[in-house]
């Protein structure tokens, strides 16, 4: 009787956990992208991680993941990373047009508030370049050369703050001032220093008494570098002495 042969062993694969490895890899990275875009980020730190992952999508790569992989955050796994970049693309446009909408939004409730509340001679609004500036005059927010905020300047600050949270981008806080020197034996030493007391007092209303985050906010002293009208009246030093809140594209 013939002696039957053994069958050939198959030789075992070492590398077969790579690919297991790889799929892991990328499902975490989409999932943490999600997770990303859902919460509150720094607009050049969300520019940069978009750059960088749009061009991981768009690599030439075979996908480790199979065909019909499904669908996670709207994004078809399954499509290879050419439809992942289109994919991911009209992701990132959908959050733009979201903080677009965002900001016109802000701008049409300011306004609406400014109207009701009669405060169009020490509140305005605008869309600009930089973001939606909302800029208030001192005789609102402080005393002559002070920088503690006055009681009327409380519902205006409570109403933005009741706002920002809504939106997903940074606020820049901004303080002016005119250009005369403050008086000799002034609390504080020169405009530059009054003009980051101001900035910062509305900052810390934002943050301790309305308790958003410290990140959402950025503290800037212009003293009287940056006037929006010449400094050749009282009329005109009235309307530089002011704080700009900028909500950031």
């Known amino acids: ?18 690919i297991t490895y790889a799929d892991l890899i990328t499902l975490l990275l989409i999932f943490f992208v999600i997770m990303y875009a859902m919460s509150k980020v720094d607009t050049a730190k969300y520019n940069e991680l978009a750059q960088t992952l749009q061009l991981q999508f768009s690599s030439k ?3 480790v993941l199979p065909q ?13 990373m050419d439809g992942n970049s289109k994919e991911f693309n009209k992701f990132l446009e959908e959050m733009e047009r979201q903080k677009e909408q965002g900001l016109r939004d802000l701008v049409k409730v300011v306004n609406e508030y400014i109207d009701e509340n009669q405060l169009q001679g020490t509140v305005s609004v605008g869309d600009t370049p930089r973001g939606v500036a909302i800029t208030l005059n001192d005789l609102l ?14 519902p205006i600050l409570e109403k933005l703050a009741s706002l920002f949270p809504t939106l997903n981008t940074k606020i820049s806080i901004e303080g002016h ?11 504080y030493k020169d405009n530059w220093r009054l003009s980051s007391e101001r900035s910062l007092s509305v900052l810390r209303y934002f943050t301790n008494e309305a308790e958003l985050p410290e990140s959402m906010f950025i503290s800037t002293a212009f003293a009287d570098t940056k006037p929006i009208v010449p400094n050749t009246s009282n009329e005109n030093r009235q309307k530089n002495r002011r704080v700009e809140i900028i909500v950031l594209r």
Do not use: C, Q
Not at 7 to 15: L, Q, S, T, Y
Not at 141 to 154: M, N, Q, R
């Open 68 to 80: 019909g992989a499904g669908v996670i955050g709207g994004m078809d796994v399954g499509k290879g």
């Open 1 to 18: 009787m013939a002696r039957r042969g053994k069958k050939p062993e198959v030789p075992e694969n070492h590398e077969r956990w790579l």
């Open 177 to 187: 001032t005119d250009d005369l020197p403050l008086a000799t034996g002034a609390y």
């Open 141 to 154: 927010l402080f005393d002559l050369g002070k920088a503690d905020l006055k009681d009327p300047a409380y």
């Open 61 to 63: 790569g075979d996908s």
